[in-house]
């Protein structure tokens, strides 16, 4: 599982789901309720496409940007360890722990959100840390104790949040977070979703069903921040587009991930790979497990690298439409985990035994690049990349 550009490294901020029933049969209710989770045709019409459902998510965020904020407020009498968690100063050393994870665990992003306002800053850390704590359920150091039951207890704290109930501090901040921004719940539970379909699906037979999987686990982050980092004042886009465009990214960032992994992947017995993709590269599930990289397999990695690609420079216009103190944690983003792909390249498309990743050096020249691009006017930008 692979999920808002992490690998695996674990931290330990206060998850707490009971996880404490064995995993009999677990995997069968937890296929059926996602399932039951994902939109379906029941008046003889085809079924959508993952994309088309996915869109459909997307114009219903975008339609909330126009909506006015929420007048919900928290609760002022509840408590967390006897402190009213709505204090100032609970809030307050909430975010401050939530910077420090994203500090810990992303720092080059982390450094990016410092150029951002003091609200939007603490906003998108407080998705950060969320995200992560929900990413680890699956990938964590308990994660052979998750159970589909487990998943469930942590989608109802995540509901609970949004209605103003917080469980922990951490909580607390998200909540504070979708209660000042136009958040909606949808693709927290959809990455919710994804863990549930890590526990019971280890193939994906076509690039429909993995480009599900990739929005469930990554795509849906681009959808929870643009909320956070704005839209430019002066962009002429649509909402929706711009939103398009970050799960664009999402999608990219996940399948380099995935091709990043496949050695490591496949010694869990997992492979991230469309199956009918890797039928028509003459290879199989016996080629990944074995490990050898063939011509038969540059080709294939070739190809789906420029796949990736596509969905960077998808990406790449959705970042000029951002407000301009957002732009650089996403630039960073996106050039380095596009350098990874650079790697694989260079590493002779041997995934199976070479780590791909950005040297330190190539980071240190990124990031002033990625400033750079971040403070340049949009209509430059814009005519520079389409002239």
């Given at each position: 599982?692979?999920?808002?550009?992490?690998?695996?490294?674990?931290?330990?901020?206060?998850?707490?789901?009971?996880?404490?029933?064995?995993?009999?049969?677990?995997?069968?209710?937890?296929?059926?309720?996602?399932?039951?989770?994902?939109?379906t045709?029941?008046?003889?019409?085809?079924?959508?496409s993952?994309?088309?459902?996915?869109?459909?998510?997307?114009?219903?965020q975008?339609?909330?940007?126009d909506?006015?904020?929420?007048?919900?407020?928290?609760?002022?009498?509840l408590?967390?360890?006897?402190?009213?968690?709505?204090t100032?100063?609970?809030?307050?050393?909430?975010?401050?722990?939530?910077?420090?994870?994203?500090?810990?665990y992303?720092?080059?992003?982390y450094?990016?959100?410092?150029?951002?306002?003091?609200?939007?800053?603490?906003a998108?850390?407080a998705?950060?840390?969320?995200?992560?704590?929900?990413d680890?359920?699956?990938?964590?150091?308990?994660a052979?104790?998750?159970?589909?039951?487990?998943?469930?207890?942590?989608?109802q704290?995540?509901?609970?949040?949004?209605?103003?109930?917080?469980?922990?501090m951490?909580?607390?901040?998200?909540?504070?977070?979708?209660?000042?921004f136009?958040?909606?719940?949808?693709?927290?539970?959809?990455?919710?979703?994804?863990m549930?379909?890590?526990?019971?699906?280890?193939?994906?037979?076509n690039?429909?069903?993995?480009?599900?999987?990739?929005?469930?686990?990554?795509?849906?982050?681009?959808?929870?921040?643009?909320?956070?980092?704005?839209?430019?004042p002066?962009?002429?886009?649509?909402?929706?587009?711009?939103y398009?465009?970050?799960?664009?990214?999402?999608?990219?960032?996940?399948?380099t991930?995935?091709?990043r992994?496949?050695?490591?992947?496949?010694?869990?017995?997992?492979?991230?790979?469309?199956?009918d993709?890797?039928?028509?590269?003459?290879?199989?599930d016996?080629?990944?497990?074995?490990?050898?990289?063939t011509?038969?397999?540059?080709?294939?990695?070739?190809?789906?690298?420029?796949?990736?690609?596509?969905f960077?420079?998808?990406?790449?216009?959705?970042?000029?439409?951002?407000?301009?103190?957002?732009?650089?944690?996403?630039?960073?983003?996106?050039?380095?985990?596009?350098?990874?792909?650079?790697?694989?390249?260079?590493?002779?498309?041997?995934?199976?035994?070479?780590?791909?990743?950005?040297?330190?050096?190539?980071?240190?020249?990124?990031?002033?690049?990625?400033?750079?691009?971040?403070?340049?006017?949009?209509?430059?930008?814009?005519?520079?990349?389409?002239?």
């Amino acid at each position: 599982m692979k999920s808002f550009h992490r690998r695996r490294k674990f931290f330990k901020v206060g998850v707490a789901p009971e996880v404490s029933e064995k995993k009999i049969a677990g995997k069968n209710n937890a296929k059926a309720q996602l399932m039951s989770n994902v939109a379906t045709d029941h008046d003889g019409r085809p079924p959508l496409s993952s994309e088309q459902r996915v869109y459909n998510v997307i114009l219903k965020q975008a339609a909330l940007v126009d909506k006015p904020p929420k007048s919900r407020s928290l609760p002022s009498d509840l408590a967390l360890d006897s402190i009213p968690v709505t204090t100032k100063n609970l809030l307050n050393e909430a975010y401050d722990r939530c910077g420090e994870v994203c500090a810990e665990y992303a720092k080059t992003f982390y450094l990016g959100t410092l150029l951002m306002t003091p609200e939007r800053r603490k906003a998108i850390w407080a998705i950060y840390v969320w995200c992560r704590r929900t990413d680890e359920l699956v990938d964590g150091p308990n994660a052979s104790q998750i159970t589909p039951t487990a998943l469930n207890r942590w989608e109802q704290r995540l509901e609970r949040a949004f209605e103003g109930q917080p469980y922990d501090m951490l909580d607390a901040a998200l909540a504070e977070t979708v209660l000042k921004f136009p958040v909606d719940i949808q693709p927290f539970r959809d990455m919710i979703n994804g863990m549930r379909m890590d526990l019971f699906k280890s193939r994906y037979f076509n690039f429909d069903e993995l480009y599900l999987y990739c929005y469930y686990v990554a795509g849906t982050v681009g959808l929870m921040s643009v909320p956070i980092m704005g839209i430019d004042p002066g962009s002429k886009a649509s909402t929706e587009s711009v939103y398009n465009a970050a799960l664009a990214l999402g999608i990219a960032n996940q399948l380099t991930n995935i091709l990043r992994d496949v050695g490591e992947d496949a010694s869990r017995g997992r492979i991230y790979l469309p199956q009918d993709e890797l039928e028509q590269f003459g290879l199989s599930d016996d080629d990944i497990f074995a490990g050898v990289v063939t011509d038969k397999w540059r080709a294939f990695m070739k190809d789906q690298i420029k796949r990736a690609r596509i969905f960077f420079k998808q990406a790449e216009m959705g970042v000029l439409e951002l407000d301009k103190d957002s732009r650089w944690p996403v630039w960073a983003s996106l050039l380095l985990y596009e350098q990874i792909l650079d790697s694989i390249e260079a590493n002779d498309y041997d995934n199976f035994t070479k780590r791909a990743y950005v040297g330190k050096w190539k980071k240190l020249i990124t990031v002033p690049v990625a400033y750079v691009r971040a403070v340049v006017p949009p209509s430059v930008t814009r005519l520079a990349a389409t002239g």
